[in-house]
């Protein structure tokens, strides 16, 4: 394994249970994410290192940004679109609600494709069970739409920079694949699935992702404390090290998307974190290379 040494600076110091789905604004130089089970968006200000956070209804899980001030995002019960007004309020309001497969489920890992349709996948919050219920839909014009099914923790969502193919991964332990689907840039629809990484050969399970300007996949390295850099063509680039355990989803952001913004998860219950004191918070590297823009929601 390449492991390149590249310094991550400490952006906000946060105790957030699942810091999850990160996204750069650029129009505001700021970077927004969520804490899933605190059902909060979290916003970072890069010139004034301020933060702020706002109160969704239930637990908002992935985020797609859709004009200013305004968001998509996958939910408990359902897709979502999400108000942030000046004076600090939300409003959250029902876009279409999802019949789970199954009891105790959620949205998990989501984000738009190239051409602005939201994609995000759900899942069985106990992870204990491994219930395969998980599945990836589609939200676009034509409503919402189920892709993909029997999953048990959908993750990784990403895509290339000619949109042409679509990355997905199972973060479960009894899985920890990565798959990569040519992706139908016209109709939004994922076919040709085939393992582009096992990352049972890698240390840390598949979590939250982001694609480069080169193409290549990046991928959180969950319990691993690792951020994977892969090619085109799977092969591991270099691994970036954060503080913390489980990072959980990385976003490239800054003045020149050059900064690999890394969230990060806090364990509950019993978990010694005397040597993570910083797990929860929210990282930036400095990797060499540059990410894209987020496409908004169309």
């Not at 319990?223 to 591991?236: E, S, V, W």
């Amino acid at each position: 394994m390449s492991q390149a040494f590249v310094k991550a600076e400490l952006i906000v110091d946060a105790q957030h249970a699942v810091g999850e789905s990160p996204v750069w604004v650029a129009a505001e130089q700021a970077l927004y994410w969520v804490d899933i089970p605190a059902c909060a968006l979290n916003r970072w200000d890069a010139a004034s290192g301020q933060t702020r956070h706002w109160q969704a209804p239930e637990m908002l899980a992935c985020i797609a940004p859709a004009g200013a001030g305004r968001w998509v995002a996958g939910m408990q019960t359902g897709v979502f679109s999400l108000a942030v007004w000046p004076e600090g309020a939300l409003t959250a309001t029902s876009v279409v609600s999802v019949a789970h497969t199954q009891g105790g489920m959620r949205f998990n890992d989501g984000r738009c494709d190239r051409q602005g349709r939201f994609l995000a996948g759900t899942m069985v919050m106990d992870m204990s069970l491994a219930a395969p219920a998980g599945q990836v839909y589609r939200l676009d014009a034509g409503g919402l739409t189920s892709l993909l099914g029997g999953f048990i923790t959908p993750n990784g969502m990403a895509f290339s920079p000619d949109g042409k193919t679509m990355y997905l991964s199972d973060s479960h332990p009894s899985v920890q694949q990565v798959w990569a689907f040519d992706y139908d840039i016209a109709t939004g629809t994922p076919s040709n699935r085939r393992v582009f990484i096992d990352m049972n050969e890698y240390p840390g399970r598949p979590d939250g992702a982001a694609v480069d300007a080169d193409g290549c996949y990046w991928i959180c390295g969950n319990d691993a404390g690792l951020i994977h850099r892969f090619t085109p063509a799977g092969k591991l680039d270099r691994s970036l090290a954060v503080p913390v355990k489980k990072p959980a989803m990385c976003a490239f952001g800054g003045a020149g998307l050059d900064t690999l913004f890394v969230t990060s998860i806090r364990p509950g219950g019993d978990v010694d974190l005397s040597d993570q004191p910083l797990a929860g918070s929210v990282f930036a590297l400095r990797p060499g290379v540059r990410g894209l823009p987020e496409p908004a929601f169309v």
